[in-house]
Protein backbone atom coordinates (compact mmCIF):
# COMPACT_ATOMS: atom_id res chain seq x y z
CA UNK A 1 0.00 0.00 0.00
CA UNK A 2 3.13 2.58 0.71
CA UNK A 3 3.73 2.25 -2.81
CA UNK A 4 0.54 3.29 -3.87
CA UNK A 5 0.60 5.81 -1.48
CA UNK A 6 3.88 7.01 -2.77
CA UNK A 7 2.49 7.27 -6.39
CA UNK A 8 -0.53 9.36 -5.49
CA UNK A 9 -3.14 6.86 -6.97
CA UNK A 10 -6.17 9.18 -5.53
CA UNK A 11 -4.78 12.04 -8.24
CA UNK A 12 -4.69 8.45 -10.93
CA UNK A 13 -7.95 7.86 -10.14
CA UNK A 14 -9.71 10.94 -10.43
CA UNK A 15 -7.90 11.71 -13.32
CA UNK A 16 -9.33 8.37 -15.25
CA UNK A 17 -13.01 9.56 -13.64
CA UNK A 18 -12.84 12.97 -14.48
CA UNK A 19 -10.82 12.63 -17.12
CA UNK A 20 -12.02 9.97 -19.26
CA UNK A 21 -15.33 8.99 -17.20
CA UNK A 22 -16.95 12.39 -17.11
CA UNK A 23 -16.59 13.09 -20.99
CA UNK A 24 -17.61 9.81 -21.88
CA UNK A 25 -20.75 9.99 -19.70
CA UNK A 26 -21.34 13.86 -20.72
CA UNK A 27 -21.83 12.42 -24.37
CA UNK A 28 -23.65 9.14 -23.46
CA UNK A 29 -26.28 11.43 -21.88
CA UNK A 30 -26.49 12.96 -25.08
CA UNK A 31 -26.05 16.52 -23.72
CA UNK A 32 -26.34 19.75 -24.98
CA UNK A 33 -23.14 21.09 -26.17
CA UNK A 34 -23.80 24.29 -24.46
CA UNK A 35 -24.02 22.71 -21.60
CA UNK A 36 -21.11 20.07 -22.47
CA UNK A 37 -19.09 23.07 -22.90
CA UNK A 38 -19.98 25.27 -20.62
CA UNK A 39 -20.51 23.08 -17.52
CA UNK A 40 -18.14 20.10 -17.73
CA UNK A 41 -15.26 21.92 -19.62
CA UNK A 42 -15.23 25.45 -17.80
CA UNK A 43 -16.86 25.01 -14.44
CA UNK A 44 -16.61 21.29 -13.44
CA UNK A 45 -13.01 20.47 -15.02
CA UNK A 46 -11.48 24.52 -14.55
CA UNK A 47 -12.57 23.51 -10.52
CA UNK A 48 -11.38 20.01 -10.58
CA UNK A 49 -7.73 21.36 -11.76
CA UNK A 50 -7.78 24.57 -9.47
CA UNK A 51 -8.13 21.98 -6.75
CA UNK A 52 -5.83 19.86 -7.91
CA UNK A 53 -2.77 22.44 -8.20
CA UNK A 54 -3.81 23.57 -4.44
CA UNK A 55 -3.74 19.81 -3.33
CA UNK A 56 -0.64 18.82 -4.95
CA UNK A 57 1.11 21.82 -3.47
CA UNK A 58 -0.48 21.55 0.65
CA UNK A 59 0.05 17.95 0.73
CA UNK A 60 3.78 18.82 -0.69
CA UNK A 61 3.36 15.71 -3.09
CA UNK A 62 5.58 15.59 -6.87
CA UNK A 63 4.96 18.42 -8.69
CA UNK A 64 4.70 16.11 -11.91
CA UNK A 65 1.12 14.91 -10.40
CA UNK A 66 -0.07 18.23 -11.71
CA UNK A 67 0.15 16.59 -15.23
CA UNK A 68 -2.15 13.20 -14.31
CA UNK A 69 -5.37 14.85 -14.86
CA UNK A 70 -5.00 17.22 -18.38
CA UNK A 71 -3.12 13.80 -19.98
CA UNK A 72 -6.35 11.50 -19.01
CA UNK A 73 -8.22 14.55 -20.24
CA UNK A 74 -6.30 15.05 -22.91
CA UNK A 75 -6.85 10.86 -23.71
CA UNK A 76 -11.13 11.46 -22.93
CA UNK A 77 -11.45 14.30 -24.90
CA UNK A 78 -9.76 12.67 -27.94
CA UNK A 79 -12.04 9.46 -27.75
CA UNK A 80 -15.45 11.30 -27.09
CA UNK A 81 -15.50 14.93 -27.46
CA UNK A 82 -15.37 16.82 -30.47
CA UNK A 83 -11.76 18.16 -31.62
CA UNK A 84 -11.35 21.70 -30.73
CA UNK A 85 -11.65 20.43 -26.75
CA UNK A 86 -8.54 18.40 -27.05
CA UNK A 87 -7.05 22.02 -26.41
CA UNK A 88 -8.31 22.40 -23.15
CA UNK A 89 -5.74 19.98 -21.73
CA UNK A 90 -3.00 22.70 -21.83
CA UNK A 91 -5.88 25.06 -20.13
CA UNK A 92 -6.35 22.59 -17.15
CA UNK A 93 -2.30 22.31 -17.02
CA UNK A 94 -2.24 26.07 -16.59
CA UNK A 95 -4.22 25.91 -14.32
CA UNK A 96 -3.10 23.39 -12.15
CA UNK A 97 -0.03 24.86 -12.58
CA UNK A 98 -0.91 28.59 -11.18
CA UNK A 99 -2.79 27.37 -8.26
CA UNK A 100 -0.12 25.09 -7.30
CA UNK A 101 2.53 27.75 -7.50
CA UNK A 102 0.42 30.69 -5.83
CA UNK A 103 -0.53 27.91 -2.94
CA UNK A 104 3.44 27.07 -3.27
CA UNK A 105 4.21 31.13 -2.77
CA UNK A 106 1.25 32.02 -0.11
CA UNK A 107 2.91 28.67 2.78
CA UNK A 108 6.80 30.26 1.79
CA UNK A 109 5.13 34.16 2.85
CA UNK A 110 3.38 32.63 6.08
CA UNK A 111 6.55 30.52 6.94
CA UNK A 112 8.53 33.96 6.81
CA UNK A 113 6.05 35.58 9.10
Known sequence: MAF??????????????VGVGLPALAMGL???PVWRFGGLLLILNG???IGLGHF???RQRPWWLLL???VF?????SGFLPGYTRYFALVYLCLSY????LT????AEESKN
Open 30 to 32: GLD
Open 4 to 17: LEKLGWRYWLMGVV
Open 73 to 77: YFIGA
Open 68 to 70: VFP
Open 47 to 49: GVS
Open 56 to 58: VAT
Open 104 to 107: VTAQ
Open 98 to 101: LAYG
